[in-house]
């Protein structure tokens, strides 16, 4: 089984509407963290937790918000979807050192 | 702010020799990670450079100068699997803590026959 997984795998919504991804870890790490991927800029993070009642922003924030219900599980929910919102997003996780970051398969979400 | 820099993408043959440049400027330095990412997959690490000089892992080495502000990544021995995005990432640690990873945006490798 994968050790970080991502739900959904693949979504398509309409401008306007709220969604949530999810993300889960079983390698029992603190840290947690959302990217966001679009060609030609990279990976971006959006927001990063480094405990379950530590919730910080990353370079991109706006528009997005998180929770992290424990310390295997990150949202990620977009309030009001706009189109420059469709991207990759990855979750990720790291044990306290911060040394590897291990990523989840990604959510290819595309808002119309 | 944080400037990482690499070339978008390179070609080479099978069986060759492929050095990826990236360049950085930030502030607060700690650590300049490899990963590689295949087309929709999630990116993979690779390596992890803290102090100058090579770190090597099999086929792939990893260089780092601190005062110059420049890594590379060296790939022997060119597979057609290693074909793939390979993103370099600094690691920085600025004033008020906490470590934090910023992507360059990645150099696209394809190796040919």
């Known amino acids: 089984d994968a050790d970080v997984t991502q739900t959904p795998r693949n979504r398509i919504t309409k401008t306007g509407k709220r969604i949530m991804l999810e993300c889960s870890q079983t390698?029992?790490?603190?840290?947690m963290y959302w990217y966001r991927q679009d060609p030609g800029l990279g990976l971006r993070l959006i927001y990063y937790?480094?405990?379950?009642?530590?919730?910080n922003k990353g370079e991109i924030s706006d528009g997005y918000s998180v929770s992290r219900q424990a310390q295997a599980k990150f949202s990620l929910s977009l309030e009001s979807a706009i189109p420059n919102q469709t991207a990759l997003y990855f979750c990720?996780?790291?044990?306290?050192?911060?040394?590897?970051?291990?990523f989840g398969p990604g959510t290819r979400l595309t808002v119309t | 702010g944080q400037n990482i820099d690499q070339p978008t993408e390179m070609t080479a043959t099978e069986g060759a020799i492929v050095q990826i440049n990236c360049t950085y400027q930030?502030?607060?330095?700690?650590?300049l990670f490899w990963y590689q990412q295949h087309a929709g997959e999630a990116p993979t690490f690779l390596s992890y450079?803290?102090?100058?000089g090579l770190e090597e892992k099999g086929r792939f080495s990893s260089f780092l100068s601190r005062s110059k502000g420049y890594s590379y990544l060296l790939l022997k021995e060119l597979q057609m699997k290693d074909s793939a995005s390979y993103l370099c990432?600094?690691?920085?640690?600025?004033?008020?803590?906490?470590?934090?990873?910023?992507f360059g945006t990645g150099t696209q490798l394809k190796v040919e026959l």
């Open positions: 390698k029992g790490h603190d840290r």
């Open positions: 990720a996780t790291s044990d306290a050192s911060g040394y590897e970051q291990y």
């Open positions: 450079n803290v102090l100058d």
């Open positions: 930030t502030s607060g330095f700690n650590g």
């Open positions: 990432a600094v690691r920085s640690n600025p004033t008020g803590g906490g470590n934090k990873l910023t």
């Open positions: 937790s480094f405990d379950v009642k530590d919730i």
